[in-house]
């Protein structure tokens, strides 16, 4: 990572891609169509090419009709065009969903018995396998096996989402919902390298959201954080392969991500007893939560009344500072010395110094391993989809990360957490 200047770089441009959707034979295949969908409607060159279980699910007029491409099967229909060379050599993109515990062992053997499968041993451009099954069949040694194969090979095999299941049945295994997957999907079109399965064995812990300080039954003190960053980094994490947890205050984000377990908080006092409980079994910990820096110091037990005199003062406290508080716990040995402490700073600027001033200075006070510097306010950052800013590091490197999608943001900053972790927490 070099030094760079404060100079925002260029954001990132996607424009029209074309995307090859593999549809394999699974009850999940309804939830296909919103995904389709989603990328027309982003103005995608969209080309499904169903196996034969898949269209006794859903017919070929469906996807058809979604995608406004003609569907098949078969490797002889459409012999003229060579459709099976032609849809993996064209394809930007290529989303497997529901991947079948049957389509990733044909996928895994190389087979080429129809014209989804002949066409991924023609795709050079990144592969997404989306599992969906039972969960008995996903942990079963084969399926794991073909996973493993697919990864190696630098294919992306998303974790399932746990959830309810065919029947009465419950578990990992569930298909991710539509909009999880265009997360992840979009990513690798954005950048194809970004989630390599190098975070297998590592435990995250993350904060997002932000808190809630009761003032009565009825009102709060809170700001206007959605979460979305710090859910993007969990997503991104799971993905990757690590362990992940996220404690959440308040989130306006649509969904939790595959494969993350969510524990929920209210106020800035719960989240900093969450997150130093579990700090002690992570190995890396992101305090990406906006939390209140204030809170009463008592809440009233009825509603405040607006009254004739107008409001009475409310008398505030400071919170506790939880990534300060984090990193004195690893110097007192309470947390691991090899923890790999990351915090987030939103900022604006003001009289005294810019954004990235005050990034600085908040850097050097809480002494951990990484800083991720935000602008804030003015339709900045909070409740956005995309995201900017500044990655500072304790080797006294500034990096800026380009604007972006806030998951694209997420596997920048995993990139350099990575090289951060000791090589005996490596797999």
């Known amino acids: 990572m070099t030094a760079q200047s404060a100079t925002t770089p260029a954001p990132v441009t996607r424009g029209r891609k074309r995307i090859l959707i593999g549809v394999g034979g699974g009850i999940a295949a309804y939830k296909v169509c919103s995904l389709i969908r989603h990328f027309t409607e982003a103005g995608h060159d969209v080309h499904v090419a169903p ?21 098949s099967t078969e490797v002889f229909d459409a012999v003229d065009e060579v459709r099976h060379v032609r849809l993996g050599q064209e394809a930007d993109l290529v989303v497997i969903a529901p991947a079948t515990a049957d389509l990733m062992a044909r996928a895994a053997a190389g087979r080429a018995d129809d014209l989804l499968t002949a066409s991924l041993l023609v795709v050079r451009c990144p592969v997404l396998f989306v599992p969906a099954m039972h969960t008995e069949m996903w942990q079963h040694p084969a399926t794991q096996a073909n996973v493993a194969t697919l990864r190696e090979r630098g294919t992306t095999v998303m ?9 009465a049945d419950s578990g990992p295994g569930r298909l991710p919902e539509p909009q999880e997957i265009a ?17 297998a064995g590592l435990r995250v812990l993350i ?5 809630r300080e009761p003032l009565d039954p009825v009102r709060f003190l809170g700001n206007h954080s959605s979460g979305k960053q710090g859910y993007a980094l969990g997503r991104a994490a799971a993905q990757r392969g690590a362990e992940v947890t996220i404690v959440a205050g308040t989130v306006s984000a649509a969904g939790d991500p595959a494969g993350v377990d969510i524990v929920g908080v209210g106020s800035a006092e719960q989240m ?12 890396v910990v992101i305090m990406a939560a906006a939390v209140a820096d204030f809170r009463p110091v008592s809440m009233a037990d009825a ?46 600027g003001d009289e005294t110094g810019g954004v990235l001033d005050h990034g600085r200075a908040k850097f050097k006070r809480k002494g951990c391993d990484l800083l991720v510097v935000n602008a804030v306010g003015n339709g900045k950052a909070f409740g ?14 500034e990096t800026a990360l380009p604007p972006g999608s806030k998951t694209l943001m997420a596997s920048r900053i995993l990139d350099e957490i990575r090289t951060l972790v000791p090589d005996e927490t490596e797999n």
């Open 51 to 71: 196996t034969r279980a898949a269209l006794e699910f859903i017919g070929a007029a469906t996807f058809e009709a979604l995608s406004g491409n003609p569907v």
């Open 159 to 167: 974790t399932p989402a746990s959830g309810r299941l065919t029947g």
């Open 183 to 199: 997360l992840v999907a979009e990513l690798l079109l954005d950048r194809p390298d970004a989630l390599p399965y190098d975070l």
């Open 207 to 211: 904060s997002a959201g932000g808190t």
């Open 272 to 283: 900093a007893t969450e997150m130093t409980k579990r700090a002690a079994d992570a190995d």
């Open 303 to 348: 509603k405040i009344k607006k009254g004739d005199q107008g409001p009475a003062p409310i008398e505030l406290t400071t919170n506790p500072d939880i990534l300060r508080g984090l990193v004195e716990a690893r110097t007192e040995g309470r947390i691991a010395a090899s923890t790999v402490i990351v915090g987030f700073a939103a900022e604006t």
């Open 384 to 397: 956005t989809e995309d995201n900017t800013g500044w990655l500072l590091s304790s080797g006294g490197e």
